[in-house]
């Protein structure tokens, strides 16, 4: 069943600069071939839920198993018969604003 996930895979008590083991976390999932986009705060994947899942444990284990202490947030839509929501949501929303998709300006 088609899953679309947002989720968030970080070290705890490795110092400041998180950059590093986010990289090597983002490099896991974008090699697993499903689609995905990756934000400042998420990681955003999709595709069967079992595809998925085994995605997030592969990314969250890259750092596990060096030691690392990994925190994992995790938000699942699970939608039958739907697919490509990732781009869908946001062109719905974005047709409802009149095709304005503008970012927010700084404050």
């Known amino acids: 069943m088609n899953t679309l996930i947002a989720v968030a895979i970080a070290p705890c008590g ?24 990756t934000s400042s705060m998420f990681t955003e ?25 990994t925190e994992v947030v995790l938000k699942a839509d699970i939608r039958p018969g739907f697919t490509n929501m990732m781009q869908e949501k946001v062109a719905k929303v974005s047709a409802i604003l009149g095709g304005n998709n503008v970012r927010q300006k700084e404050l």
């Open 45 to 69: 994947i999709e595709g069967e839920w079992d595809d998925v899942m085994k995605v997030v444990k592969d990314a969250a284990f890259v750092l596990a198993e060096k030691g690392i202490r």
């Open 14 to 37: 490795v110092g400041d600069e998180l950059a590093p083991q986010v990289a090597e976390v983002v490099k896991v999932i974008r090699a697993s071939g499903l689609p995905n986009r």
